[in-house]
T-cell receptor, first 115, second 114 residues
Framework: GAGVSQSPSNKVTEKGKDVELRCDPI?????LYWYRQRLGQGLEFLIY????????KSGLPSDRFSAERTGESVSTLTIQRTQQEDSAVYLC?????????????FGPGTRLTVL | AQSVTQLGSHVSVSEGALVLLRCNYS??????LFWYVQYPNQGLQLLLK??????LVKGINGFEAEFKKSETSFHLTKPSAHMSDAAEYFC????????????FGGGTRLMVKP
């Protein structure tokens, strides 16, 4: 069956440019999560959606980061005026619900490189 | 606040040897604990999880982990390493209340020598 997909798989951009990263969750999954994985580090939580609302944005590192979700479908993470420290792999995950026992299924990630 | 510590960013074992990857957590409430594996150029895959009940949890590919509340640990083991086990392993604890965001450890890269 189809898993979580993300696009693009790789993105190279120049400092100061805006980028959009896309996540397609598993059909029927109401919860969607964005994480960031910097080189040699674990994953950092960014934001999660329950449906199309985002109850917890506490992980977004700055106001240059924003995300939206259309219904219980596609989500877009936007980074404005990119900085070199934004270089990382951005991972998306979805789950049936947002309870602690719900397994999160991860996409392959988008590798962002800011020159 | 929750945190996860994985001792050893790199672990090397010989094929057929015991695999032990360490994970300690801090949590103000009874935790749900997870181990994920990440193969090169792939997304994270759930190996196993502890929610409630039996403290010894069996997962895929012959891995298991034991929740020890007194030691705040959730170490991952496999009796006999296989070359295909070479990957990065992440321990995680789930969030408190609604949301279920995961807090991850820094990861341990497992290398298996022939």
């Amino acid at each position: 069956g189809a898993g979580v997909s993300q696009s693009p798989s790789n993105k190279v951009t120049e400092k100061g440019k805006d980028v959009e990263l896309r996540c397609d969750p598993i059909s029927g999954h109401t919860a969607l999560y964005w994480y960031r994985q910097r080189l040699g580090q674990g994953l950092e939580f960014l934001i999660y959606f329950q449906g199309n609302s985002a109850p917890d944005k506490s992980g977004l590192p700055s106001d240059r980061f924003s995300a939206e979700r259309t219904g219980e479908s596609v989500s877009t993470l936007t980074i404005q005026r990119t900085q070199q420290e934004d270089s990382a792999v951005y991972l998306c995950a979805s789950s049936l619900g947002s309870r602690s026992y719900n397994e999160q299924f991860f996409g392959p990630g988008t590798r962002l490189t800011v020159l | 606040a929750q945190s996860v510590t994985q001792l050893g960013s790199h672990v090397s074992v010989s094929e057929g040897a015991l695999v032990l990857l360490r994970c300690n957590y801090s949590s103000s409430v009874p935790p749900y604990l997870f181990w994920y594996v990440q193969y090169p150029n792939q997304g994270l895959q759930l190996l196993l999880k502890y929610t409630t009940g039996a403290t010894l949890v069996k997962g895929i590919n012959g891995f298991e982990a034991e929740f020890k509340k007194s030691e705040t640990s959730f170490h991952l083991t496999k009796p006999s390493a296989h070359m295909s086990d070479a990957a990065e392993y992440f321990c995680a604890v789930s969030g408190v209340g609604a949301g279920n965001m995961l807090t991850f450890g820094g990861g341990t890269r497992l290398m298996v020598k022939p």
